[in-house]
């Protein structure tokens, strides 16, 4: 049996059943609005459904790691689309366990479209089985990534409680400035997230259609010795090219609404590894999201918060703050142990060094610090309520620029990861 072709199919049965359960967790919640009877036995009746199918979609997602695993003979957290595989299962380890304590249903009406948005957004990467290089072939890669990548995942969940905590709280009614300024920033929030599926399906759109560019890109750079080395190098494009490499010729160009040719040129300070594709990807991401976001808005014809918050009627803020302060408290000590200690550890067996100020580990520490002045201040100076979920959201949005930035935007010794 190819195991690993088996691990693609449990892959996609249990993203089927995380959007099943999605549904499942809205009907118990929306349901309720419209049911003419006990509407907490509907909430509960729903709530157990989507719990079950979203369970044994976890079930189904443990079985493509482990599966990929035996197939590969690897742990399958080497490469983007392992780890943010990886890290959208332990997303729902993380959702389930705080729901095991809590009991709420309307956590998971925002924590699993968190994880279905994440391994949708894990499936646009390379899905082969990469040799591991040097650096990661190390029982660390097992201790260290998987424990700051549980850590995270319990950040998320703070995240998505500390959300919903904010669109229950802020009041769409009032005009006052201050009620303005809150229904912005909840409102750029929602907007970043529609960015982020916007990018998802922009990606799948063009590669189902096939669509390709190509160019030559030609690299200078001088070597210790100070000769100047010059590289010609082939680069793709998925996406309708608005902005070209830098310093780059136009191979092939398919024609999209007319656009056959390139717009702009990327600027010659973007480094890293493919500036110019993943600058045009960032603008594709927002003119695609923004669209989506225009949509949506014209649909309703109101901010997508004031869509959502009536649905949050019913639900005590207390207990969002809670399972808020609770998740990332969990959380907190299993980053430390997995982005920090084990990290160092690594580093330390694979560098000959504790600390080398790469980005992945300048970023890994202001998580970590940031995180810790969120517990300072929520438990020496009483920051409750809309304060410390405004720092739950801003703090998984650090988070996401750790995952996502420093892999693929800041040269570093972590690049790989953006392979």
């Keep these: 049996m ?241 902005f070209k490499p830098y310093n780059s010729q136009v191979v092939s160009v398919d024609s999209f609404l007319g656009m056959n040719k390139p717009w702009f040129e990327t600027p010659s300070w973007m480094n890293g590894i493919n500036a110019g594709r993943k600058l045009n990807t960032v603008i594709w991401s927002i003119i695609a999201g923004s669209l989506l976001y225009g949509l949506l808005r014209l649909a309703f014809r109101k901010p997508l918060g004031a869509v959502i918050h009536p649905f949050m009627d019913g639900v005590k803020p207390s207990d969002l703050d809670e399972i808020s302060y609770r998740a990332i408290a969990i959380g907190f000590p299993v980053f430390t142990l997995g982005a920090l200690i084990f990290a160092m550890i690594w580093a330390n067996e694979a560098w000959g060094r504790f600390w080398g100020w790469d980005p992945k580990e300048v970023w890994a520490l202001i998580t970590w610090l940031y995180y810790s002045v969120y517990l300072h201040f929520r438990l020496s100076r009483g920051w409750q309520g809309l304060r410390s979920a405004w720092l739950a959201v801003i703090g998984f949005v650090i988070v996401w620029f750790t995952l996502i930035g420093v892999n693929l935007i800041i040269a570093g010794l972590h690049s790989y990861a953006g392979v």
């Design 2 to 242: 190819n195991w690993v072709e088996f691990s693609g199919h449990a892959y996609l049965v249990a993203f089927a059943l995380y959007c099943f359960a999605f549904m499942f967790y809205v009907i118990a919640i929306a349901g309720q609005r419209w049911s003419n009877r006990d509407s907490k036995n509907h909430t509960q009746r729903w709530g157990r459904i989507a719990f079950f199918t979203s369970s044994v979609g976890l079930a189904g997602h443990l079985t493509f790691f482990f599966t990929r695993w035996y197939g590969s003979g690897q742990i399958p957290t080497s490469n983007m689309y392992e780890f943010m595989s990886f890290l959208a299962m332990a997303i729902m380890i993380a959702f389930t366990i705080i729901y095991l304590i809590y009991r709420k249903p309307i956590l998971g009406m925002f924590a699993t479209p968190l994880a279905v948005i994440i391994v949708a957004y894990a499936s646009v990467f390379p899905k082969d089985v990469q040799p591991l290089i040097p650096s990661l072939n190390s029982y660390w890669l097992k201790i260290h990534v998987t424990t700051a990548a549980l850590g995270e995942a319990f950040f998320a969940v703070g995240f998505a409680a500390g959300l919903m905590y904010l669109l229950r709280v802020v009041d769409y009614t009032r005009k006052d400035a201050k009620a303005r300024k809150e229904q912005r920033w909840v409102e750029f929030t929602l907007y970043v997230i529609v960015v982020v599926i916007g990018f998802i399906s922009i990606v799948f759109s063009f590669r189902g259609a096939g669509y390709e560019a190509h160019f030559t890109q030609e690299n200078v750079t001088v070597d210790e010795q100070g000769q100047t080395i010059t590289r010609v190098e082939q680069v793709q494009y998925d996406l309708p090219p608005i």
